[in-house]
T-cell receptor
Framework: GENVEQHPSTLSVQEGDSAVIKCTYS??????FPWYKQELGKGPQLIID?????GEKKDQRIAVTLNKTAKHFSLHITETQPEDSAVYFC?????????FGSGTKLNVKP | DAGVIQSPRHEVTEMGQEVTLRCKPI?????LFWYRQTMMRGLELLIY????????DSGMPEDRFSAKMPNASFSTLKIQPSEPRDSAVYFC?????????????FGPGTRLTVL
């Protein structure tokens, strides 16, 4: 089955700095890569996603890049704000099964 | 739409008791997923349904766990008997086949504590 590894497990940045979270996957059949944000006491919420036929996607301060050859994808958050503090999960998906990374706890210091 | 609804939000029970978690997916969604989240194992898919039929239950940890979906608007996850190692947050998620995004919408979760 698919194996998704996510790094780092914790990330602390100063407000206004950028944050980068990286994930690798093992199954070349994976074709959909969502990123979820989970705030304390809530369920994960989709923030951005990318399909395997696209190399990069951007939505305001958030961007995701995908390298199919190397089987890795990354989340980039620019101009971080305290409300970006949360746990972020990457996932790789084939058909309807999502395989999640272990999560990155992002702390944005004001 | 109210989103995915789960109940109860918190459940505390004693070892050996039966626990039933409930989920109402988003109306019109034909896929429903049950996940378990723990610090040690992260987010794990337990089982998923399509049109109320269980498709893949390979993530269900053992026979003490069972899930049903009697209709399109309701699903249950039952643990019988419960054990302390079942303590976790259980999430239900739903999606609609054919959505361009394949996005899964998660409920708020049920925090289960087995003493």
């Amino acid at each position: 089955g698919e194996n998704v590894e996510q790094h780092p497990s914790t990330l602390s940045v100063q407000e206004g700095d950028s944050a980068v979270i990286k994930c690798t996957y093992s199954d070349s059949a994976s074709n959909y890569f969502p990123w979820y944000k989970q705030e304390l006491g809530k369920g994960p919420q989709l923030i951005i996603d990318i399909r395997s036929n696209v190399g990069e996607k951007k939505d305001q301060r958030i961007a995701v890049t995908l390298n199919k050859t190397a089987k890795h994808f990354s989340l980039h958050i620019t101009e971080t704000q305290p409300e970006d503090s949360a746990v972020y999960f990457c996932a790789a998906s084939t058909f309807n099964k999502f395989y999640f990374g272990s999560g990155t706890k992002l702390n944005v210091k004001p | 739409d109210a989103g995915v609804i789960q109940s109860p939000r918190h459940e505390v029970t004693e070892m050996g008791q039966e626990v039933t978690l409930r989920c109402k997916p988003i109306s019109g969604h034909d896929y429903l997923f049950w996940y378990r989240q723990t610090m040690m194992r992260g987010l794990e898919l337990l089982i998923y349904f399509n049109n109320n039929v269980p498709i893949d239950d390979s993530g269900m940890p053992e026979d003490r766990f069972s899930a049903k979906m009697p209709n399109a608007s309701f699903s249950t996850l039952k643990i019988q008997p419960s054990e302390p190692r079942d303590s976790a947050v259980y999430f239900c998620a739903s999606t609609e086949r054919g959505r361009a995004k394949n996005e899964q919408f998660f409920g708020p979760g049920t925090r289960l504590t087995v003493l």
